[in-house]
T-cell receptor
Framework: DAGITQSPRHKVTETGTPVTLRCHQT?????MYWYRQDPGHGLRLIHY???????DKGEVSDGYSVSRSKTEDFLLTLESATSSQTSVYFC???????????????FGNGTRLTVT | GQSLEQPSEVTAVEGAIVQINCTYQ??????LSWYQQHDGGAPTFLSY????GLEETGRFSSFLSRSDSYGYLLLQELQMKDSASYFC??????????FGTGTKLQVIP
């Protein structure tokens, strides 16, 4: 299994508080991703990173920020949590396009976040 | 932008064959992937098609037609453990990977 760890696994927080989720990888992969998963919406990309300090927005980036100061860590921050951000958050890593095919995404076990 | 469409639910009988379709619209095409996710678990990679045609991996096969912007996942000899959600996905520029909304497969005895 790809070495990818998300922390915390579960978190309950109150509306208006800041929250930071951490994704740590030991695979030295270039690409890292944050997705959220909600019933009926599948996996929606929040932000992703294509290198250290190189990040870009996904389709649902409002209310979220990210940072990647080193290859192995990708942090997702909810500046001021809202109830609509209650979700399961998945981090994923990928080696990208290698040798004519795409390296698959490997996912962490997810973080279940509840905003009350 | 990129968008992918899949049926939301499919039910099939144990031992049968089921096909899960995916149509996509992308600004650039770098291949179509499939992922499986059991309830409460993380998605796991199943297959990738970069070129037209069929790719076979055991009981699972995946097909791609780039001219039709269409692909499907074929599951043969269905087992109860195949009950899961299945997602198609496409990478875009800078490996920005977009997923479909997923198809929940229920295998019944």
């Amino acid at each position: 299994d790809a070495g990818i760890t998300q922390s915390p696994r579960h978190k309950v927080t109150e509306t208006g508080t800041p929250v930071t989720l951490r994704c740590h990888q030991t695979e030295n992969h270039r690409y890292m991703y944050w997705y959220r998963q909600d019933p009926g919406h599948g996996l929606r990309l929040i932000h992703y990173s294509y290198g250290v300090k190189d990040t870009d927005k996904g389709e649902v980036s409002d209310g979220y920020s990210v940072s990647r100061s080193k290859t192995e860590d990708f942090l997702l921050t909810l500046e001021s949590a809202t109830s609509s951000q209650t979700s399961v958050y998945f981090c994923a890593i990928s080696g990208g396009h290698l040798g004519g095919s795409n390296s698959p995404l490997h996912f962490g076990n997810g973080t279940r976040l509840t905003v009350t | 932008g990129q968008s992918l469409e899949q049926p939301s639910e499919v039910t099939a009988v144990e031992g049968a064959i089921v096909q899960i379709n995916c149509t996509y619209q992308t600004s650039g095409f770098y291949g179509l992937s499939w992922y499986q996710q059991h309830d409460g678990g993380a998605p796991t990679f199943l297959s990738y098609n970069g070129l037209d045609g069929l790719e076979e991996t055991g009981r699972f096969s995946s097909f791609l037609s780039r001219s039709d912007s269409y692909g499907y996942l074929l599951l043969q000899e269905l087992q109860m453990k195949d009950s899961a959600s299945y997602f198609c996905a496409v990478p875009g520029g800078y490996q920005k990977v977009t997923f479909g909304t997923g198809t929940k497969l229920q295998v019944i005895p």
